[in-house]
């Protein structure tokens, strides 16, 4: 999937990795970037069109469908990290709504869309979703249901032509990121890779430095090869 001249829809578009994702578009010649947002937004690109999208609001979301009519490729950047204790129910219904329900309700309501145009989703997860975090376990499961989602979709989507893409990003200097001193990736380095990685067909994208040595062996890991198996009985049931 080359962006070139493609439509693309970017959740979470106001902030961090999000607003880079809309840069990085830009740069790569995309004919319309769709950047979904909560709040209002104001863009100097004619070839931007800010969208009203708050995943959690479902008729926010059929709205965006309709405003946006044709779609290339559906980016879900949109997400929430409190840094919750694992005793915070409330705060886990947040992640759960926003990371796991968010993806899923969007996605859902543009899969007609992506059908037509047999395009791409790309989900932006993290590295969390992998191995839980510890400090935020909240976070880690809505972020691991939410990969659990991608593959599921990959292999059910393959038959119509849709490519589902995971990002699993380190450590990222936004206002998001891990509140202690580490070294972080920038958000315009993250989404520079993850595009680099969805035109090269990667199904997984590891786009920073923190998270870069686990690609060479990931297609041969266990999950990996896992998912494999699992996807065989949606074409050899």
């Given at each position: 999937?080359?962006?070139?001249?493609?439509?693309?829809?970017?959740?979470?578009?106001?902030?961090?990795?999000?607003?880079?994702?809309?840069?990085?578009?830009?740069?790569?010649?995309?004919?319309?970037?769709?950047?979904?947002?909560?709040?209002?937004?104001?863009?100097?690109?004619?070839?931007?069109?800010?969208?009203?999208?708050?995943?959690?609001?479902?008729?926010?979301?059929?709205?965006?469908?309709?405003?946006?009519?044709?779609?290339?490729?559906?980016?879900?950047?949109?997400?929430?990290?409190?840094?919750?204790?694992?005793?915070?129910?409330?705060?886990?219904?947040?992640?759960?709504?926003?990371?796991?329900?968010?993806?899923?309700?969007?996605?859902?309501?543009?899969?007609?869309?992506?059908?037509?145009?047999?395009?791409?989703?790309?989900?932006?997860?993290?590295?969390?979703?992998?191995?839980?975090?510890?400090?935020?376990?909240?976070?880690?499961?809505?972020?691991?249901?939410?990969?659990?989602?991608?593959?599921?979709?990959?292999?059910?989507?393959?038959?119509?032509?849709?490519?589902?893409?995971?990002?699993?990003?380190?450590?990222?200097?936004?206002?998001?990121?891990?509140?202690?001193?580490?070294?972080?990736?920038?958000?315009?380095?993250?989404?520079?890779?993850?595009?680099?990685?969805?035109s090269k067909g990667e199904e997984e994208i590891f786009p920073d430095p923190f998270s870069a040595p686990l690609a060479a062996d990931w297609p041969g890991s266990t999950p990996k090869r896992l998912e494999a198996q699992m996807s065989a009985f949606v074409t050899h049931p």
């Amino acid at each position: 999937m080359d962006i070139a001249d493609k439509t693309v829809l970017v959740t979470g578009a106001n902030r961090g990795i999000g607003k880079s994702l809309v840069e990085e578009a830009l740069k790569r010649g995309a004919r319309r970037v769709f950047a979904g947002t909560r709040q209002p937004l104001t863009h100097p690109d004619e070839r931007v069109t800010p969208v009203t999208l708050d995943v959690t609001d479902r008729s926010q979301i059929r709205a965006a469908v309709e405003t946006v009519g044709s779609l290339d490729v559906l980016v879900n950047n949109a997400g929430v990290g409190v840094y919750a204790h694992h005793s915070d129910r409330a705060a886990l219904e947040t992640y759960l709504a926003v990371n796991l329900l968010g993806t899923y309700d969007v996605t859902e309501a543009f899969l007609p869309l992506l059908t037509r145009s047999r395009g791409a989703i790309v989900n932006i997860l993290s590295l969390a979703s992998l191995a839980g975090m510890p400090l935020d376990p909240g976070y880690s499961m809505s972020k691991a249901g939410a990969f659990s989602l991608s593959q599921s979709l990959r292999a059910l989507l393959a038959q119509d032509g849709v490519t589902v893409h995971v990002a699993l990003p380190g450590p990222v200097d936004t206002d998001m990121g891990p509140r202690f001193d580490i070294p972080k990736a920038s958000p315009d380095d993250v989404a520079a890779a993850v595009f680099d990685g969805v035109s090269k067909g990667e199904e997984e994208i590891f786009p920073d430095p923190f998270s870069a040595p686990l690609a060479a062996d990931w297609p041969g890991s266990t999950p990996k090869r896992l998912e494999a198996q699992m996807s065989a009985f949606v074409t050899h049931p």
